[in-house]
């Protein structure tokens, strides 16, 4: 009788929990830090501390030569364009939109919010648990929505000190002389996100925001990118369990099934983690793989004629 062997602990939620708080904090301490923002008092960039300026000020322009200008224009914005947006879009091309699943702030706020939901009423979104009859109490929906309310405050303030000097901001804010701009922006954007955040989420990762579609448009046109492929010759495996690796995504896609359905992946491999706990007695291990594709009709963008599994009569 063979021996089971169980798999080693599963520690890829615990990688992108590392990165994923890492660029949240980044993300919220940038501005207060000067590594990256813009200063609308000052019209200008500040990068690592320096402001970027890009000598591009009317009056050396008027007092350049074309050929200066020219020549700041090229170093300043058309050369890193074409190495930033090459480089982007090969990563994409590359594992999909590894971004979103590993790096994305929304996309953390997206699963904090989900796995608070499930608490709650036993499925991930509103509307899930709205279908099953499960709505729980007002109290816990009370605390839900304060959460979402915070944390779109706290993103309200965070892209509002993108765009004003931060320290001054968080003054005024706590001193209570904020201007009526300002506060005016930090009331509809506070209203948008907690509106987000408690009933949109996936659903703006997958219809509304146009990065994350074109990184999954860059990677649909790569066949053998990095996806999460199924064991289909061990399916007779997923029949004592319960939908695992569906359940455990946050963008609500048919995890087992084709690199189309699956067009806004975000390689958070949930489902992969979710599939290891489920078949961690199995000698086989996991059904679920984060691999290389296949090129075949369903792992690009378009379905092209399969050449080879055509009839000898049609190939031209």
């Known amino acids: 009788m063979q021996a089971q062997t169980i798999n ?10 590392v990165t994923r708080t890492s660029f949240f904090a980044l993300f919220l301490l940038a501005p207060v830090l000067n590594l990256f923002r813009y200063d609308l008092t000052e019209t200008r960039f500040i990068v690592l501390g320096f402001p970027l300026s890009f000598n591009l000020d009317l009056d050396w322009v008027t007092q350049s030569a074309p050929v200066d200008v020219a020549s700041q ?43 608070l939901m499930t608490r709650i009423t036993g499925r991930p979104t509103l509307w899930e648990a709205l279908k099953k009859g499960r709505r729980g109490k007002a109290i816990h929906w009370t605390c839900l929505t304060l959460v979402c309310a915070l944390i779109g405050f706290s993103w309200a303030l965070a892209m509002l000190s993108y765009l004003l000097p931060p320290i001054p901001l968080y003054t005024d804010l706590f ?15 506070t209203t948008f996100f907690t509106l987000d955040f408690l009933f949109a989420r996936h ?26 492929t199924f064991d289909t010759e061990r399916a007779a495996a997923c029949r004592d369990c319960t939908k695992a690796c569906d359940e455990a995504c ?25 599939c290891r706990e489920v078949q961690k007695n199995n000698p086989e291990g996991s059904l679920l793989h984060w691999a290389p594709g296949k090129p075949s009709r369903q792992t690009v963008l378009i379905p092209v ?11 031209d």
Request: net charge positive; with cysteine.
């Open 305 to 315: 004629r399969q050449l080879g599994n055509e009839p000898a009569g049609r190939r």
């Open 73 to 115: 224009i090229l170093v300043w914005f058309i050369l890193p364009i074409l190495v930033l947006v090459p480089g982007v879009l090969w990563v994409a091309w590359k594992w999909g939109r590894i971004y979103c699943g590993w790096l994305c702030p929304h996309f953390s706020v997206v699963e904090t919010i989900n796995h």
């Open 203 to 228: 659903l703006f990762c997958k219809y509304g925001c146009a990065f994350g579609v074109v990184q999954s448009i860059a990677w649909m046109t790569n066949g053998r990118g990095r996806m999460v």
């Open 8 to 17: 080693p602990k599963d520690r890829l939620q615990t990688k992108r929990l």
């Open 250 to 274: 946050p963008m609500r896609l048919p995890t087992r099934s084709h690199k189309r359905a699956k067009f806004t992946c975000t390689q958070c491999l949930q489902c992969v983690s979710a």
């Open 175 to 189: 001193t209570g002389n904020m201007g009526f701009y300002p506060s005016v922006f930090l009331a509809v954007a």
